[in-house]
């Protein structure tokens, strides 16, 4: 059971141009990970991401970081072109494949697009989401992928749609990737959305958020707004109000043994946050998995 870090926990220092996807690979050894997530493929060189992804699976190698999952995104719903949308998430399969990734995620939908949804909800759009789906993951199981979608995105978040789509996709190389503070945005419990969800588990997200009530004033920069209008500012790994603990025990019990990764989108200092933040998963996971 492996710790993971989220290179999407590093953005703050990608985007300043401090740090590349390649130097997300040392420092995630040096932090102590034992794994590392990639979030895109994202050339600092002008190479081709299939070079690039090539050069982060060799660098990996190198330094015996091993890559637990690539994550990317994905709209089969909104996008121009169903057939070329499917084409292009089978396309980033070969990433996955090229990075040596045993797993990735990619989203199914953001929704439907504005004033076009009238009497339409999830329900509606649930068979072309799992036909979409279905059609990526057989392309991936040919690929020793398996493939995935996230609680993420606010319509495709509640843990009742994601286990919809996974059970209308009906394929063993198809799960979910859980994230414990993302049901939050949908104003869903977590350790209740984890007990219903936990037995489709691939893969899961360790985070955290701190929660402000709707009903109080709105607590200022940092913070985004739930879907029902409440207010989340991302935390530390046990500072905030997401049962972490919980969450783990609930997939110890639907007897998960796959990795975890540590997705950080604080204000605090990166390196700072992220340091925290696995040294309290760590402990968490001892304390649950190895009682």
């Known amino acids: 059971m492996k710790i993971a870090l989220s290179t999407y926990s590093l953005s703050r220092r990608m985007q300043e141009g401090t740090l590349t996807q390649l130097g997300c690979i040392q420092k995630a050894k040096e932090m102590g990970f034992d794994a590392i997530e990639f979030v895109g493929i994202l050339p600092h060189d002008g190479s081709s991401v299939e070079e690039y992804a090539a050069r982060l699976r060799e660098e990996c190698e190198r330094v015996g970081m091993p890559v637990s ?15 070329k949308e499917i084409e292009r998430v089978k396309h980033e399969v070969d990433i996955a494949a090229l990075l040596g990734a045993v797993s990735m995620r990619h989203d199914a939908t953001v929704g439907y697009p504005e004033g076009t949804r009238g009497f339409r909800g999830f329900s509606d759009c649930l068979p072309v989401l799992s036909d979409a789906c279905r059609q990526v993951t057989q392309y991936a199981k040919q690929k020793n992928v398996r493939t995935m979608v996230e609680n993420h995105g606010f319509f495709c978040q509640d843990s009742e749609r994601v286990e919809a789509l996974v059970n209308a996709v009906h394929d063993d190389n198809f799960g979910l990737l859980c994230d414990m503070g993302n049901f939050l945005c949908a104003d869903e419990d977590p350790a209740a959305a984890f007990s219903r969800v936990a037995p489709y ?91």
């Open 201 to 291: 588990a691939f893969y899961a997200h360790a985070k955290d958020f701190h929660i402000k009530s709707a009903m109080g004033p709105n607590p200022g920069s940092g913070f985004f707004r739930t879907r029902g209008g409440n207010y989340l500012r991302g935390a530390v790994i046990g500072h905030g109000e997401v049962p972490v603990l919980q969450c783990l025990q609930i997939l110890k019990n639907a007897g998960y043994s796959g990795n975890f990764a540590i997705e950080f989108e604080g204000i605090e200092e990166p390196e700072c946050g992220i340091s925290i933040g696995l040294e309290n998963l760590r402990r968490f996971v001892s304390e649950v998995f190895e009682e």
């Open 69 to 83: 999952n690539y994550t990317t995104g994905a709209d089969f719903l909104r996008c121009e072109s169903l057939e």
